[in-house]
Every structure is written in structure tokens, then in C-alpha cells.
């Protein structure tokens, strides 16, 4: 327990302050990548292949329609995660009471404990300096179930996966569905432009002579190499955060509980799916949800989640 306590108390974005500053940079990065791909992908290779006839000119269509349409998607689940609050508590928020048996919300209940015979209601203010309740010494006020601080934002995150350097934003309860989109559409384009421009890649080193002008070759090389990595590099995060999805778990939990042998919050891979992605099939390829969804499923909101009733009174 003592070394785990030193490595919590290390926390390296107390270093990292300056990344805040980084902000537009590393969209203009990202934007930057995607434009030198364009380049070498659509305008160098592939829209001149359109005029060659005959095979090369229905594969080159078909690489264009499936380019555009995922570059689409890449950019507007970039877009959603950088723009979209991760989820912030609310203003003097609290634990809620169940008012039909006179204690802790079951959603929360295992989070704060409960509050004591005297609480009525939730018009008491619970003492934060009760170890059962998740109380933030940095924001001063009372944390919700699986809501974290973040040393860069300077503020408590609800559901806090992490802070993400590449979309200047931290992830949480309500962007993370846009972030693994993001990160399934960049795997998808990534590797269909990997694939696109591995024959010219392999002409790099054949003995025949290449078309094109020294700068085109030199894009096309470069964007080779660049896409390729960012597909091994993506495909490590993509299955990464699968799992986390399917245990319904966090980056942040699945490092604090890593000797928890049962998760509360696990309700099974099909639900555990549906908190993030919601219910109505039509939206989970999207970074959207459905009214429906957004009204019906709290969990989506990151303030309540629901939990499995035989671990609801086992402490993690």
C-alpha cells in the first residue's frame, strides 16, 4: 500500500502544466497530417489514376469514395471530442437520498455510504470529512461516483478517462464515445492509406523507373511511413480501450481497482457497451446521441451510474 500511495501521489501532469498551452498547435498538427495526406493520397496518386481506364480506374474511384467518406468521420468524431465538454460536476452537487428508504441513492450509495440515521433527505450537506464520501480537496466540493480531477483542465472531469494531448481536452463521461470514434476511424483511414500506398512504397525500391516529381515521391514516402505507424500506434489503443469498454471501466479505475477482483459497475458486455454508446443502434457509429437515449439512460449524463446489486454492498 505504501508504494502504491508514493506512485498516486507522483502525479506527472503536476509537470506537464505547459500543456495547456499547446492547444491550437496540436490541432494544426493533426490537421497538418491529415492535409499532407490528402495531398500524396488524392491529389498526387489517385485522382490521376482516375484517367488511366480500366481497372485502375475503378479501384482508384472506389479508394477515393471509402478515403472521403472515412475522412468525414475522423474529422467530425475529432471535432466532437475537442469541442465537447468531458462532463463537469455541478455547482453545490451532492449525493441524492433515496427517499422511499431513507438512504443513499443505490447508485451512489457504495461511493458516499451511508449518511446516518440523522440525514433527512438531501437537504443536509454530508461531512466531507467522512472517508465514505469522494471529496475533492483541490475543487473544495463533493465528487460523484468515478469523477476525477485533472491537474491540466484544473478541475474535477466526470467519469475521467484522461487527459488526451492530441485532442486538447480531457476525455470523459460525456466525450468518450467520440474519442473511440475517433480512434476506430483514424485506425480505418490509416490503414486503408497504408494498404493504398503500399504498391508505391514497394516502387520505391524496385529497379523500374517511378513517375512523378521528387517532392510527390518524397510526400507519398512520408506519408507511407506516417499513416503505417499511426495504424499500429492506434490499433494498441483501439483494443485497449475495447476491454475497458467491455468491464465498464476507466483508464484512471482500471489502474486504481487493478487488484479488485470484481468491478461493480461491470453489468455484463451488452450494457456495459450501452452506457457509453447508448441503446438506439442507429447512433453508435455517430459521435451523436439519440434524445431518447439521452433522456432515458442517466449514465450517459455521468452523474449516475448503475451498478450490480450483489456487489452494491461490498466495499472496492
Known amino acids: 500500500m505504501h508504494r502504491s500511495g508514493a506512485v498516486m501521489a507522483w502525479n506527472v501532469f503536476k509537470f506537464c502544466t505547459a500543456l495547456r498551452g499547446l492547444g491550437s498547435i496540436m490541432i494544426l498538427l493533426v490537421l497538418g497530417v491529415v492535409g499532407v495526406t490528402y495531398y500524396a493520397v488524392v491529389i498526387t ?9 480500366g481497372l485502375d480506374s475503378i479501384t482508384a474511384l472506389a479508394v477515393l469514395i471509402l478515403f472521403h467518406g472515412l475522412l468525414v468521420m475522423l474529422l467530425w468524431s475529432y471535432f466532437s471530442v475537442v469541442l465537447t465538454d468531458p462532463g463537469s460536476v455541478p455547482p453545490n452537487w451532492r449525493p441524492t437520498l ?15 455510504g451511508a449518511a446516518g440515521a ?9 461531512d466531507p470529512a467522512n472517508p465514505r464520501f469522494r471529496y475533492c480537496r483541490k475543487c473544495n466540493q463533493l465528487k460523484p461516483p468515478r469523477c476525477h480531477h485533472c491537474s491540466v483542465c484544473g478541475r474535477c472531469v466526470l467519469k475521467m478517462d484522461h487527459h488526451c494531448v492530441w485532442v486538447v481536452n ?3 463521461a460525456l466525450n468518450y464515445k467520440y474519442f ?11 490503414t486503408l492509406v497504408t494498404l493504398s500506398l503500399l504498391p508505391h512504397f514497394i516502387a520505391f525500391f524496385s529497379d523500374g523507373e517511378i513517375p512523378g516529381t521528387p517532392g510527390t515521391l518524397a510526400t507519398t514516402f512520408l506519408t507511407f511511413v506516417l499513416n503505417l505507424a499511426f ?3 492506434v490499433m494498441g489503443f483501439l483494443i485497449m480501450h475495447i476491454s475497458l469498454v467491455a468491464a465498464n471501466t476507466t483508464t484512471i479505475e482500471a489502474y486504481e481497482k487493478k487488484t479488485t477482483p470484481k468491478w461493480r459497475y461491470d453489468l455484463g458486455r451488452k450494457k456495459n ?9 442507429r447512433y453508435w457509429f455517430i459521435p451523436a ?17 448503475p451498478s450490480n446489486p450483489v456487489l452494491d454492498a461490498q466495499e472496492y
Request: charged share 25%; aromatic share 14%.
Open 170 to 172: 480531457c476525455v470523459g
Open 118 to 126: 440523522g440525514l433527512q433527505q438531501s437537504a443536509m450537506l454530508p
Open 180 to 190: 473511440l470514434l475517433f480512434l476506430f476511424y483514424t485506425f480505418l483511414e490509416t
Open 231 to 233: 495504424a499500429l500506434s
Open 45 to 53: 496518386n489517385y485522382v490521376p489514376a482516375l484517367y488511366d481506364g
Open 98 to 112: 433515496d427517499e422511499e428508504r431513507g438512504e443513499n441513492d443505490p447508485l451512489t450509495g457504495i461511493e458516499f
Open 289 to 305: 446521441y439519440s434524445e431518447e437515449d439521452l433522456r432515458r439512460m442517466p449514465a450517459l449524463q455521468g452523474l449516475e451510474y
Open 273 to 281: 457497451f450501452e452506457q457509453v454508446f447508448g441503446t438506439d443502434k
